[in-house]
């Protein structure tokens, strides 16, 4: 990424925070090297279990606070997959809801001082995203076969822009993962790196009160951002999956 | 402040990448005006669109994150 040379006159490198390290030292990663994505992808696991399995053990009829805040985001969750895919798709509600939650927690972590975000990378993102593409064209083919390529062709326009719409249909559709990943990988790069650069003005001493002010608007901007990121995505994977199940428009 | 032509294309390209944001501000404010003036004459049937009214602008900001990320490139990851 950014060398010494590159950045001439700049003396802080906001993007440094999202360079991947080795954990124990060197600098060669291959693919067994536990690196500070593999810590902080497995702390977000741990938090989700220690939430969502630890926190409903008790499986009080009057929930505790941690039962209530588990409960609360799977109703929340389970209602969206629902209203958006329809009540026959609750089997997909576990692909939707580890999702959510992933990415939830991926983003509200690398909120914590010093913490990585593992959403940032379009690595992580990616794969999220192809994964659902996957998902969503294998479900769709497996349901409806080859008809399911009735999804492409709008029977609501007239006869003659029906193959110029179906070609515009074929590119969104295979643009999805992409928009999709981008947007959740750019939009954690783009808050952590401006949070950074806020940082950096706050080490000079004639703006640092507003410095410190701006920085704690955009963090406050971020915890929004990251929630919404996260359901965004969510949202967005059972809007795909609806395309599949029912693709006839 | 030294540097070659290259960096200073690094430095206008990013200033002129910004300039992407605007529009992203403007689809998303628009959204949202839209989904209020709808809320205000029809309260009840608003809380059903709350979910449309977020999908809708994640839509138009990450456009505005796309700009922003190309300007990010430029500056710092040449």
């Known amino acids: 990424m950014a060398t010494e040379e590159s950045s001439g006159g700049l003396v802080f490198h906001p993007m440094d925070q999202f360079i991947v390290k080795p954990l124990f030292g060197g600098d060669v990663i291959h693919w067994y090297t536990p690196t500070n994505v593999t810590l902080w992808m497995f702390l977000t696991v741990v938090c989700i279990t220690l939430l969502l399995v630890v926190g409903t053990r008790g499986r009080a009829i009057v929930p505790s606070r941690i039962q209530s805040v588990a409960e609360l985001s799977y109703g929340f969750i389970y209602k969206m997959v629902e209203d958006v895919t329809g009540k026959d798709a609750v089997r997909f509600f576990p692909y939707i809801i580890t999702l959510f939650m992933f990415i939830l927690f991926a983003n509200f972590l690398g909120l914590l001082p010093k913490a990585f975000t593992t959403t940032s990378h379009i690595a992580v993102t990616a794969v999220l995203a192809m994964a659902v593409f996957l998902t969503v064209t294998v479900v769709g083919f497996a349901l409806h076969g080859m008809s399911f390529l009735r999804l492409f062709w709008v029977s609501a326009a007239p006869l003659p822009l029906r193959p110029v719409l179906a070609l515009i249909e074929i590119i969104s559709y295979f643009v999805r993962p992409v928009s999709h990943s981008i947007r959740l990988a750019g939009n954690m790069m783009a808050g952590h790196a401006v949070i950074k650069v806020f940082a950096a003005f706050a080490a000079v001493l004639a703006i640092s009160p507003f410095a410190i002010i701006a920085i704690s608007a955009i963090y406050a901007l971020e915890v929004l951002v990251s929630f919404i990121q996260a359901y965004v995505f969510a949202i967005l994977a059972c809007v795909y999956l609806k395309d599949a199940l029912h693709p006839h428009h | ?78």
């Open chain 2, 1 to 78: 402040m030294e540097g070659d032509i290259a960096q200073m294309g690094q430095f206008i390209g990013a200033g002129l990448a910004s300039v992407g944001m605007g529009g992203a501000a403007i689809g998303v404010g628009n959204v949202v005006g839209n989904y209020l003036a709808g809320a205000l004459r029809n309260p009840s049937a608003a809380a059903g669109q709350t979910a449309t009214m977020f999908i809708g602008i994640a839509f138009a900001e990450a456009l505005g994150i796309f700009s922003f990320l190309v300007a990010l490139l430029l500056m710092f990851a040449v």
